[in-house]
């Protein structure tokens, strides 16, 4: 038996003006699956609302369909679990969705399909609902009808450019897309996205308070203060879920310098790396996102675990400011710089 502590979305459009959430404990057999879960919840309390086909959520920030089994996820997940609409700004009713963008779509690329691919389209559900883009861009055309595209292409080589401009719209195509495997235990695409944007996307021109934003960078000066590292508040930036042990490792590092050590839910998250290039506008504001994100967790240092993403972000910081509209005052730097650095310091 596992005892799992759940915090449920509730929000019904005609009866509530904001959503909230209630919590429950629940000791489940191991083998049930989610959709037991989310009938557990309706049985407490009748106002829980799901749909009853092609069912999605979002538990701890991963979209899960209800056929995964509660062991699975509580062993990656842990015991401590958020329920969330797969996309919250188009909950109608808890967890039920306002679906009708999915085939919108698809008819970018109607023209171009028969019924099979059709139906590869709409096993893409789930993926379409899972893109971060959507919390940057409502109108966003999502991540799966970027993969039709991709499957159509390769079977229709004489339609690569229509179908590459159907999916190009300025305002809310494909460079919009940064592209991160939000699926729990689902596909990654990230080398087939990868592809198709090398097909389409192109670079954005520098415009001239981006050039006067440049100037301003080089006036700043991101320099350790080595003999005082004890007193300082250090988050860690890794880029990528699936990097735990990298964490855990330089979380040690941090401590054993002496100094503290804080943690922010975006530090696993892309913010701005691969559509920098294509889409600066998005890269600052989800850049500016991320290093609001680790001053407003306590940070006054981010460690950067990559070096190419302290170089992006310290070239770019000015204008990230600009672009939230406040000051983003943290020391960036290297993990190398910090592993260079004694172990004991005296203050």
Excluded: W
Excluded at 143 to 154: G, H, P, V, Y
Excluded at 183 to 209: C, M, P, R, Y
Excluded at 273 to 282: K, T, V
Excluded at 314 to 328: A, F, L, N, Q, Y
């Amino acid at each position: 038996m596992l005892k799992l502590n759940i915090r449920a979305f509730f929000f019904n459009a005609q009866t509530d003006y904001l959503p909230y959430y209630k919590n429950f404990s629940f000791k489940v057999e191991e083998s049930k699956t989610i959709l037991d879960i989310l009938n557990m919840i309706k049985e407490k309390n009748p106002n829980f609302s799901f749909p009853q086909n092609n069912t999605i959520l979002k538990i701890n920030e991963f979209v899960v369909t209800t056929n995964e089994k509660i062991s699975t996820i509580a062993e990656k997940l842990g015991k401590e679990l958020q329920i969330d609409p797969a996309l919250a700004y188009r909950s109608n009713n808890g967890l039920i969705l306002n679906d009708s963008d999915f085939m919108q779509s698809f008819e970018l690329l109607s023209e171009f399909t028969n019924d099979e691919d059709k139906a590869y389209y709409q096993s893409l559900y789930p993926l379409h609902y899972a893109s971060s883009s959507f919390e940057y861009n409502h109108n966003y055309i999502g991540d799966a009808i970027l993969i039709l595209a991709s499957r159509l292409i390769e079977q229709q080589p004489e339609n690569e450019y229509a179908i590459l401009n159907a999916i190009n719209d300025e305002f809310n195509g494909i460079s919009y897309c940064e592209y991160e495997n939000n699926l729990f235990n689902g596909q990654d695409h990230t080398e087939t996205i990868n592809t198709i944007k090398a097909k389409v996307v192109k670079k954005a021109k520098v415009s001239l308070i981006d050039k006067l934003c440049n100037l301003a960078i080089k006036k700043r000066k991101y320099l350790l203060d080595r003999e005082r590292i004890n007193k300082h508040k250090i988050a860690i930036y890794i880029g990528n879920r699936d990097s735990s042990e990298l964490i855990n490792k330089t979380k040690k590092q941090v401590i054993e310098k002496g100094a503290k050590f804080i943690d922010f839910p975006m530090s696993v998250r892309l913010a701005g790396q691969s559509i920098i290039d294509s889409n600066p506008d998005l890269a600052h504001q989800k850049a500016g996102k991320m290093l609001l994100d680790a001053l407003d967790h306590g940070a006054d240092m981010l460690l950067f675990a990559k070096d190419e993403d302290l170089a992006l972000f310290s070239s770019i910081v000015t204008k990230c400011e600009r672009v939230v509209g406040r000051p983003i005052e943290l020391q960036l730097f290297s993990l190398k710089t910090l592993q260079n650095l004694p172990t004991k310091v005296v203050a």
